[in-house]
């Protein structure tokens, strides 16, 4: 089961130490990141209870507030 939750950050930045969804305790570091278009997802997995979600960081918002326009 995952849960997505979305926070704004910048290009380059990747979070560390995100507390777990489930127990808190603090991840050193996202398993797994998936740049997307304006966004990057990452993956956490908590070592403590084996819980594991996603985390969403839009770097984009002009993108976000006036979407390409469809060819
Ligand atoms: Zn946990």
Redesign the pocket.
Known sequence: MTKANVVKAHIGDIPRHNP??????P?PQPDWIEPGEGRVSYLWT??????RFEAIAIFDEAALEHPPLAA
């Open positions: 777990c969804a489930q127990c808190g305790t991840i908590c070592h403590a209870c084996n819980y």
